[in-house]
């Protein structure tokens, strides 16, 4: 059974960090790539940052860029997307997802992936 499962959201006040986990298990991790999500109340889901799995190449979408980061440990199969300076308009529920299509900024839609986790909720207070 594929399982993701995120873990580290919560309640941060502004300017502060974030650590989240997305733990993967019932498929070949190094065969996809791992994306981050969210989903602010009202608003359409969108692509945070991703990950492949196989060389650790990476995307990162413009409006976190230089405050999130994404990397993986293959061994643990989990992917971390750490952020930093955060805005009360990161708030929102952080999603991680699976695709088999390679992860790059061509396209990074969330119709690409194939299995999603149940989300955590990050809410950055002002």
């Known amino acids: 059974e594929v399982q993701l499962v995120e873990s580290g959201g919560g309640l941060v006040q502004a300017g502060g960090s974030l650590s989240l986990s997305c733990a993967a298990s019932?498929?070949?991790?190094?065969?996809?790539?791992i994306g981050w999500f969210r989903q602010a109340p009202g608003k359409e889901r969108e692509g945070v940052s991703c990950?492949?799995?196989?060389?650790?190449?990476?995307y990162i979408v413009d409006s976190v860029k230089g405050r999130f980061t994404i990397s993986s440990d293959n061994a643990k199969n989990t992917v971390y997307l750490q952020g930093t300076s955060l805005k009360p308009e990161d708030t929102a529920v952080y999603y991680c997802?699976?695709?088999?299509?390679?992860?790059?900024?061509?396209?990074?839609?969330?119709?690409?992936?194939?299995?999603w986790g149940q989300g955590t909720q990050v809410t950055v207070s002002s």
């Open positions: 997802a699976a695709s088999v299509l390679w992860c790059s900024g061509g396209y990074f839609q969330a119709d690409e992936y194939d299995y």
């Open positions: 019932g498929f070949t991790f190094g065969d996809y790539n």
């Open positions: 990950i492949n799995s196989s060389d650790g190449s990476t």
